[in-house]
């Protein structure tokens, strides 16, 4: 069966009624208006090492799925992936106008189904059971449903799409009537605010979902990415995550399931617990972090729901791309600073907690 999927990024701004790749929804539905995160989607975001919509796309290929395109609701395009994707923004055109597009495409290629994914809330479904279900209860649309509710996870019979006499949107609202469910008991994020984008990352590290960290489990539970540095005095208390070519300075804490993701660097002293540290993110010397998601110069307090715009870059700040390049040049030639660090690669055989 060649399938074809349409990967849509979701916004906050959707108008009522829009559902996405659904164009009607239906009351009590499980599609809540996703938040952005720090001024981006959540699936931009990394997950110990990886981003939502990547990880998606994994799997996709996992599952035999012959091509995929991701449109963006609002025009952001941060992702890239090798392989045979297909990337659309919809800034020029607007999103409907492209995803009409795509599906043109799609038809013309002579794809027999059509994959509909809007992210939204992070589900994991098994797609070639989800296909199977479709194709043997022969009918034109099949939705995906999850104890709390529909889920915009959508297969199309595309000869259903062909000879629409108006938009192919059009033609597939008239076939929602008509569509089959898929009954879902799987791990489900709704990914609607940031603390189930916090909980999706906990659940990661402690093995409820099926996300796994992207770099070495160097002891149990403390997982650390490729080039990362932590200095000898550093406490990191399982579950963890380091990510790629971050930097944990001395007598710093990382603790609580917190991750701290890739080309971060956590100054002397600073604590950080029960937190989420987004890519590229600058904590300061003797900081307390904690209960919170930061990132690009901004804290988000989970507790109090609050989020705060930092004006000093040197209490959380963004790291400079010279300040990384800068430190991988001295690695290399063995002139990292007075304080010992050693690359994660070599601390294998360490006892984490307190490194000697």
Known sequence: MYVGAIVTIANRARCEGDSGNLPRKRPGSHQSTPQLLLGSPFATWDVLGQSVLDRTLDRLRVFGIDHVSVISEDGLCRWSQPGPFT???STAAGFWPAWDSVVSQYLNHGMATLLLVRLGPYVELDVSDFLRFHRESRGPLTQAHHSPGPLDLVAVDAKQLRNAEHSFRAR?????ANRREYKFNGYLNALAEPADFRRLVEDALRG?????????EVEPGIWVG??????????VLAPAYIGANSYVRSSCTISGASAVEKQCEVDCTTSVDNCCILPGTYLGMGLNVSNAIVGAGRLF???RGVELQMNDD?????????????????????AVSTRASRTASLMKARRFGHFR
Not at 172 to 176: G, P, W
Not at 226 to 235: C, K, L, P, T, V
């Open 314 to 334: 040197r209490l959380i700040g963004i790291t400079p791309s010279s300040r990384q390049l800068t430190r991988s040049a001295l690695a290399m030639f063995g």
């Open 87 to 89: 990337y659309k923004s």
């Open 226 to 235: 490729q080039g990362a540095q932590i200095e000898r005095s550093a406490n």
């Open 208 to 216: 409820r979902c099926g996300i796994r960290p992207i770099g070495q």
């Open 172 to 176: 597939l609202s008239t076939m929602i």
């Open 301 to 303: 307090h989970l507790g």
